[in-house]
């Protein structure tokens, strides 16, 4: 379920970049007609988006599996929980969109709120509905799903809420919420290379297992294990570039360029910390990481290794992380996507493919540092580029 799950975050988090991007720089700007059509509209785009995950989920669920796998258990469990998780995935959209709002004007205390409460729910509800507990008839693979989109609709509903009490600075009417094709194209000009950045993800996780899965179950197991582990040391530095963008956009939008430097360059020192941190945790104590999701012994002799040499791949991959939010809140989202492009499609797969020619597993987890090392030259290129470009760029919005 993975390649489709990023997908929806992937269109929902993308298009709040640029939803963010655009209101933020609105408010740079003091215009707070553009703010408030720019929070409306981006409303409705979530809404469009939930739509089209309710189709997905009504009819393009089966056929993803199939593509994948015969075994007529994992058939099952696949279509149980994927097809509820996209049919009702309305309480995801929603809280994309009214945490988004929250974090252009600062509020970004309210967030940690709403995220905590719904992923908490999420972690209480999820025995009680897979195994039946106090009086709850067990749902198995279905249950898991239920608890998720309870926590999703809660924490939708929660931003919404805050939202309409707390955060004056936007207001959001019928009148602003009727689509303004001008401002819904800014919003997906630099949405869509995040779009599109991420699902890359779905598409490289998608191509990863088809090559992993022609060693072992093991190894698609291991990698899977790999994507939970590696999400402890990245959600800290996408929460921080989430805090980038529009810090950035802002400060473009107001002229202020030594904020915008000073942003990019503490974020990095910060971001190599992080990613310094995740690379040690992941060389000394490996084994103890994939021992929390019970790693059998075959396990560890593919795992160990492997989380040693991905591990190699995070500071380069922090730097490139927050050059990426530095484009998207400039608006050039094209460097972006252009990094995620050639990182894991043009590089990775191509290499790990390759590598995996040779018969050797441990060979194909090479492919990950080699291609963040060459993603990490080509994003100190462009952030080159665009700084000696900037004063120029903030003349032309003037």
Known sequence: AFPIQTLMVAVGVGTCV?????LSRALGEKNQEM??????????????????????????TKPFYLSQTAD???LQYGYEYLSLVCCLSFGSFAQFAFERLLQSTGKTFYIMITQGIGAV????LDPIFIFGLFGVPGMGVRGA??????????AGLLAFLINWKKNDEIQVTRETMRPDPQIIGLIYKIGVPSIIMQAIGSVMTYGMNLILISFSSTATAVFGVYFKL?????????GMNNGLIPIV????????????????KSSMVVGVIIMAAGLLTAEVIPAQLLQLFNASGQMLVIGVPALRILSVSYVFAGISIVGSGVFQGLGKGKYSLLLSVIRQLVVLIPMAYLLSLTGNLTAVWFSFPIAEIVA???????????????????????
Do not use: C, H, W
């Open 18 to 22: 640029g939803i963010n991007a655009v």
């Open 35 to 60: 703010v408030n059509k720019t929070a409306g509209n981006g409303i409705v785009l979530m809404a469009a988006s939930y739509v089209a995950f309710l189709l997905l989920g009504l009819f393009a």
């Open 72 to 74: 007529a258990q994992i």
């Open 121 to 124: 729910i999420n972690i209480i």
């Open 145 to 154: 799903a239920v608890a998720t989109v309870i926590g999703q609709i809660t």
């Open 230 to 238: 590696q999400s402890f040391i990245f959600m800290p530095m996408f």
């Open 249 to 264: 956009a802002y400060n473009f939008g107001a002229g202020y360029k030594e904020r915008i430097v000073k942003a990019m």
């Open 376 to 398: 990490f030259v080509m994003a100190l290129f462009f952030l080159k580029r665009i700084m000696n470009n900037l004063d120029s760029m903030i003349l032309e919005r003037r």
